[in-house]
């Protein structure tokens, strides 16, 4: 018979060694727990040939902001930092109309960066970081089939045997992506509330090569410190900027403009007629092989709540909430979910050894803080689902128009009269202290994309209502200018006419 004080380490079992499901395994190993993280392809390990393959299903690279580096930051510092060695800053939006003409639109006044990273590198590094943490197993090609969760085990396809095993668990993370095995179970035990949504449009991605000079050297077709936007109303092209000099390039169109595109000629020379110097730059002969070899990729946005099941279970990541890609939030918000779940464990004190003595009370402080997880986290990941889908208006057509400029011209005027001076690595520490986000509603005046991406101190929930209200200013304002040059123009015109008849 064990003895009551005797302890041991509890055990997780993180499904999915995708970004989110890394920095979940890398954080609960910080906190002592004995950590197993199962991913089902092998494609994931570096090792591995097949795995820059894989990393390829989806866009070659993606943005990451603040609220992202500030996650990684709070678990391991030192490893935010040298992993951003690698990203490329882009300081702003550069607008491509189809005149030729640029336009460029800086993302903050302080100049602040979104940073342009490459998937592969992302996993890759990740995948390193846990393999070299002494408190993780990482098991690839086991793919979980089925979660018990009143007896706490999971049984898996083990792709190097071909057989089934099982494993068990204290606590089991569902870091498995949008098509998550780990939710579908879940959903047999939990009152779950899901909501999935196909939105109308696809995306295929192009590669922009580099430039060569007369003496060799790769120079980037594009200013790199850019990201690329070719607006066209009911689509877009945008590119972002790789370390190798060749920009990653994607056409977002409705499913019905691409059906229509169905023969190599007809798609050459619709691309050619909207964007011509795009064109230049990628070369028919690759946009063409692109567009004849690369997918057409759906885009999926789903919603669930609550995220956890009593003291044992909790989804994060694309697993619980995937999002439209156009406020490049999705990763963000993925490893922001591990930034929040590690604050509530620390509020609630949970402990990563027990012993008979503490079993109970331990699970009842893990089941605290998987509740205020879910409790605290849906009305942000609501907040932040909504942000990014009306962004797509406002990056595929918005942005040129006058009414969006002077609105834009108006916010930044405001926020430049209102706002406080401040550097951004003061949020970022902020974030690394033991609280959710900062207390109060931001001060002064913030246009929303700053408060999106370079503001982690600051709920999405937040962002949201803070937006509303200023939005509702800033309309007000708007018509109170258009009644006073109505105004002014109907006196002018009066005075006009009075004296061209006296
Ligand atoms: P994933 O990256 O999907 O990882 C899940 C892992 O689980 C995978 O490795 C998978 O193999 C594994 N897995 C799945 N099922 C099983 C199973 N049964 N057993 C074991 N393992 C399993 N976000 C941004 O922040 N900025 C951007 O600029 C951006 N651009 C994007 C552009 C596009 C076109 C798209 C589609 C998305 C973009 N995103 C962006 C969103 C971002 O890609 C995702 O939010 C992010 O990859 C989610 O990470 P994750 O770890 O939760 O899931």
Redesign the pocket.
Same mark, same amino acid.
């Given at each position: 018979m064990s003895s009551p004080n005797i302890s041991r380490k509890r055990r997780a079992a993180v499904?999915?060694?995708?970004?989110?499901?890394?920095l979940a395994a890398l954080m609960l190993a910080k906190r002592g727990w004995e950590v197993s993280l199962?991913?089902?392809?092998s494609?994931?390990d570096p090792r591995s040939s097949l795995f820059k393959s894989?990393a390829k299903q989806?866009?070659i690279?993606?943005?990451?902001?603040h609220r992202?580096i500030a996650a990684m930051h709070a678990i391991d510092g030192s490893m935010a930092q040298r992993f951003m060695q690698t990203a490329i800053p882009m300081k702003g939006r550069m607008i491509h109309h189809l005149d030729g003409k640029l336009y460029s639109q800086l993302y903050d006044r302080d100049g602040q960066c979104?940073n342009s990273i490459d998937?592969a590198l992302l996993?890759e590094y990740f995948v390193d970081q846990v393999s070299a943490s002494e408190n993780i197993r990482v098991f690839f090609r086991?793919? #979980?089939?089925t979660v018990d969760f009143e007896s706490k085990n999971i049984t898996?396809e083990n792709m190097n045997t071909s057989r089934k095993t099982t494993a068990s668990f204290d606590f089991c993370v569902g870091? +498995?992506?949008?098509?998550?095995? #780990?939710r579908r179970q879940l959903m047999r035990v939990v009152r779950m509330d899901y909501q999935q949504e196909y939105i109308k449009h696809e995306?295929i991605?192009f590669k922009m090569p580099a430039s060569q000079d007369n003496e060799g050297h790769l120079n980037f077709a594009l200013d790199p410190s850019h990201l690329h936007i070719w607006p066209r109303r009911s689509y877009m092209f945008i590119a972002?900027p790789n370390q190798d000099h060749t920009f990653t390039c994607?056409l977002f169109a409705p499913s019905e403009e691409l059906d229509r595109l169905d023969t190599q000629n007809i798609f050459l020379n619709w691309f050619k007629s909207n964007f011509p110097d795009a064109l230049l730059a990628i070369g028919e002969k690759n946009l063409i092989n692109d567009y004849t070899h690369n997918p057409r990729?759906p885009?999926i946005c789903t919603k669930s709540n609550p995220y956890h099941y009593k003291d044992r279970a909790i989804l994060?990541? +694309?697993?619980a909430h995937?999002?439209v890609?156009f406020?490049?939030?999705?990763?963000?918000?993925?490893?922001e979910d591990v930034r929040i779940l590690d604050v509530l464990l620390s509020q609630e004190s949970v402990m990563s050894t027990v012993s008979e003595r503490t079993v109970d009370r331990e699970d009842e402080r893990l089941m605290r803080a998987l509740s205020r997880y879910s409790q605290e986290r849906h009305k942000d990941l609501l907040a932040i689902a909504e942000l990014a889908m009306a962004n797509y208006v406002e990056m595929r057509h918005l942005v040129t128009t006058p009414i969006y400029l002077a609105r834009k011209a108006l916010d930044n005027l405001l926020y430049t009269l209102s706002s406080p001076q401040y550097r951004s690595l003061s949020y970022l520490n902020m974030v690394l202290s033991s609280e959710l986000y900062a207390e109060n509603e931001p001060k002064g005046w913030l246009p929303l994309y700053t408060l999106v991406t370079f503001r982690p101190d600051v709920r999405y929930d937040t962002v949201r209502r803070t937006v509303a209200r200023q939005s509702a200013i800033l309309t007000g304002v708007g018509y109170v200018g258009a009644a006073v040059l109505l105004g002014v123009a109907g006196v002018w015109m009066s005075y006009a006419t009075r004296s061209r008849y006296r």
């Open positions: 499904i999915g060694a995708g970004p989110v499901g890394c199962y991913e089902g392809r494609a994931l894989a989806r866009s690279n993606l943005a990451i902001s992202g979104i998937r996993n086991h793919k #979980v089939q898996f870091a +498995d992506g949008s098509y998550s095995v #780990v995306y991605e972002l994607t990729s885009l994060l990541g +694309d697993a995937s999002m890609p406020y490049g939030q999705g990763l963000n918000c993925g490893l």
